[in-house]
C-alpha cells in the first residue's frame, strides 16, 4: 500500500450496536442455567462448542442476540435413568454401520426414547424462568427464539461436529421451548451423528450436550463471511454470500446467494455477483415462517448495501482479531433494528481449510469451496410451523 493511503481503525470505526444487544438480561445463573452475558471460560466444559463461542462473542462486546445455554448438567440428569441407559445401549449394539437404512429406523428408536424420557421438573423450572426473563429483556411475553443444539466435542482440532445435531427455529412459549431442548437432546443420535462418531472413533458416551436459547433474529437478509478468500486462501479479503430472508432458501439449493469479496482494509467491494433469487424465507404477520415468491427488480437487486457489506466485514474482522485466527462468520440484518446498527453476528468459529494449511501465494491454486460456504447458513428450518 502507499503511503498516502490511510490505515483503518476496525475497531473505532465500529458502530455502537444501541440495543438490547448492549443491555444485561436481569435473571439468575444456575447450574442448568448459564447467561451468553455472564460466560466465562469456567463455562466451557457444560455449554459446548456453539455457546462457548456465543458467549465469548458477548464478552467481547460483539453484536449477539441475547440468550442462554441450558447446560450439560441438565442434559446428564437423564441419563440417571437406569432402564434409558440400557434402551439406548442395547439399540446401538444392534447398529451396523454398513447399513444405512437399518441405522436410520435404528436412530429414530433411540431417539423417541429420549424424548419419552420427562425432562427433570428443576429443570424445566429454570428453563421457564430463564425465557420468561429474555422475554422481558426484549420486551414480549411471546418472544420466538431459536433453540439450537451444543455438543461439547464441537469444533474439535481433528474432528468438527458442528452440524451433525439439531437446531429448531421460531420456538414461542416455556413449554414448546422445554419440548424443543428434549428434542436437541435426542439429536445427538441422529444417524448422521452416530456414523460421524463411529468413523472419527469416538465414544458416544463421551459427548455431552448443551442447548443455546437465543433470540430469533427476523433479517431482511442474513450469510456468511470468511475472513479470508476461500477460493485461494488470500487474507487480505473478506468473502460475504448473501441472500433474502432466512437462509434456508440457499441451504436447500432453491437460490444462488450473491457473493461479494470486500478488500479488509480499505472495505471497498473488489467483486460482486449477483443472482436471481426467486424466492425467501420469512416470518409472516401470521407469525408463521413461509417460503414466499421474490417479484419484480429485487430478485436481482444485491440483498446488501454497500454500507451493510462493510459492517460485516468489519464484524467479521473484529472475530478474526479476538480469536486470533481466520473465521468463518453467520451474520443476519434484523429488520427491527435501525439501519446501520442492524448487523448481528449469529456464530463465528474456526476457518478450518486454509487456515490449517501453510501460506501459499494467490498463484498456488485453489480449491471449491462453495459447497462449505452454504453448509455453514442459517440452519435449516425444522419448526412444524414451516409446514
Known sequence: MCEACPIVDWEKELPTVKSFTARRVDATMTEHIVWFDRY???HKPFVGGKNASLGEMMMAELPVPPGFAVTTVAYDQIWQNQALVDGVNDLLRTIDHDDFA??????????????????????????????NALCRHCGTDSLPVAVRSSATAEDLPDASFAGQQDTFLWIVGADAVVENVRKCWSSIFTDRA??????????HQTIGMSVGVQKMVDPISSGVAFTLNPINGDRSQVAIDASWGLGEA?????????????DKVLREVIHREISDKGIEYRLTESGHVQKMPIEGDRRTSPAVTDDDLAAIAILARRAEKHYGCPQDVEWALDKHLPTGDNVLMLQSRPETVWSQKPKKSVSSGGYDAMSSIVSTLVSPLHDKKTE
Open 40 to 42: 466465562n471460560e469456567g
Open 250 to 262: 440457499v441451504v436447500s439449493g432453491e437460490v444462488t446467494p450473491d457473493n461479494f469479496l470486500v
Open 194 to 203: 452416530i456414523a460421524y462418531r463411529h468413523s472419527m472413533g469416538y465414544l
Open 102 to 131: 437399518a441405522n436410520v429406523k435404528t436412530a429414530n428408536k433411540i431417539r423417541a426414547l429420549i424424548e419419552a424420557e420427562p425432562v427433570p421438573e428443576a429443570v424445566v423450572a429454570d428453563i421457564g424462568e430463564a425465557y
